[in-house]
């Protein structure tokens, strides 16, 4: 998420055990909202622990933030609440030379962020974090009604078995 969150450490200064606490501002709050096209985030913090060896730096933790989305059928604002873990791996970026080997992704490697050698960015990390537990489709209480004034059918009435309930209570019998 760029700088909208920028907490960068030292890789040199980080000791196992490290904890690490973020608050954003009201600046950043904002910067971030608008950067995820998101109504307003109230509240932004992340709590984390660190460890280090050599140049990979572990950092585990919980995101915090209280925030407004907009609905995507009303536009109503939709409150949302996060609370999530992360287990984040920073390590130096890959060398360039090596990008035509093909590399096979476990589990373990999604949530690896690359750094320069010298410093991580904690608060970026935990931006794109938060950026991911967002919900995608936030509905508001009258999203349903909405929909149905519109002339959209819910899923069950859109749904493969739909029209099978049709025929039958269309009076077939047999």
Do not use: N
């Amino acid at each position: 998420m760029s700088d909208d969150f920028a907490h960068r450490l030292r890789i040199e200064q980080i000791r196992d055990g490290d904890r690490v606490d973020l608050v954003a501002s009201e600046a950043e709050r904002r910067a971030a909202a608008e950067r995820l096209g998101i109504e307003r985030i109230a509240r932004l913090e992340a709590h984390a622990v660190l460890s280090r060896k050599g140049l990979a730096v572990e950092a585990h933790g919980r995101v915090l933030a209280s925030l407004e989305q907009s609905c995507v059928v009303t536009g109503d604002p939709v409150p949302a609440h996060v609370d999530e873990p992360f287990d984040l791996l920073f390590m130096p970026e890959p060398e360039v030379g090596r990008s035509e080997e093909e590399v096979e992704l476990g589990s373990a490697d999604c949530d690896l962020v690359f750094h320069d050698g010298s410093t991580i960015d904690l608060g970026a990390a935990i931006a794109d974090t938060l950026a991911l537990s967002l919900d995608p489709y936030p509905r508001s209480a009258g999203a349903e009604a909405a929909l149905k004034e519109a002339g959209v059918m819910s899923e069950g009435e859109a749904g493969p078995f739909a029209a099978l309930a049709a025929l039958r209570k269309g009076g077939d019998t047999t």
